[in-house]
């Protein structure tokens, strides 16, 4: 079936240090990928998405390219900041599906 | 204005009771889902309805039955509570995945603690 595989955390960086979360995926469809920030207490945020091979999600200093060939979409950001600090939630949909299938989350940890 | 809001925010309850959980979206959307995410953080769909149609019940017990009295709004009643269903409870909504538009907005989510 379809599955959504993230790299374990929790991921402790110090601030202005690189971020990478690792993220594969298996569909049986060409899905849609997202990443969805989840931050203390709070539900979950659109990060950024991407809809088709070789695309690249951004947003808030944050990327993610579209692999088909890895089947991937890992997270980076070129530097950090404290309030970065919450969960990265890697997903899919597959075409015309009605659902996302999440990854189980990477906790990200940045201090100061 | 909030997109998509829940109510309410905590509920804290005792085993064997019912309880609902009300779900509003603003945004126009055909689309609405409920997920539930459990205390290691992993999240899962539980219902998804489309035009006040149920379209997914992922092995979801018979306790838990979902209501959609319009496309705006769709509502959770949990019936016989257990401790297992303590967790947090999002809802969600977006255009019909048919559209080139697929992204999903969240709710803040309902905390559920069931003693």
């Known amino acids: 079936g379809d599955s959504v595989t993230q790299m374990e955390g929790p991921v402790t960086l110090s601030e202005e240090a690189f971020l990478t979360i690792n993220c594969t995926y298996t569909a049986t469809g ?5 990443w969805y920030v989840q931050y203390p207490g709070e539900g979950l945020q659109l990060l950024l998405k991407a809809t088709k091979a070789d695309d ?22 070129g530097s950090v900041q404290v309030s970065d600090s919450a969960v990265y939630f890697c997903a899919l949909m597959v075409d015309s599906s009605y659902k996302l299938i999440f990854g189980s989350g990477t906790r990200l940890l940045v201090r100061p | 204005d909030t997109a998509v809001s829940q109510t309410p925010k905590y509920l804290v309850t005792q085993m064997g ?3 609902s959980i009300k779900c509003e979206q603003n945004l126009g959307h055909d689309t609405m889902y409920w997920y539930k995410q459990d205390s290691k953080k992993f999240l899962k769909i539980m219902f998804s309805y489309n035009n006040k149609e149920l379209i997914i019940n992922e092995t979801v ?10 496309k705006a709004h769709l509502n959770l009643h949990i019936n016989s509570l257990e401790l297992g269903d303590s967790a947090v409870y999002f ?6 995945p048919g559209m080139s ?5 969240f709710g803040p989510g309902t905390r559920l603690l069931v003693l």
Do not use: I, V
């Open chain 1, 30 to 34: 060409y899905p849609s990928l997202f």
């Open chain 2, 17 to 19: 009771n019912d309880k």
């Open chain 2, 91 to 96: 809802c969600a909504s977006s255009q019909d």
């Open chain 1, 56 to 77: 690249k999600g951004s947003n808030k200093g944050f990327e993610a390219t579209y692999r088909k060939e890895t089947t991937s979409f890992h997270l980076e950001k």
């Open chain 2, 101 to 105: 538009e697929k992204t999903q907005y």
């Open chain 2, 61 to 70: 017990p018979n306790r838990f039955s979902p209501k959609s009295p319009d």
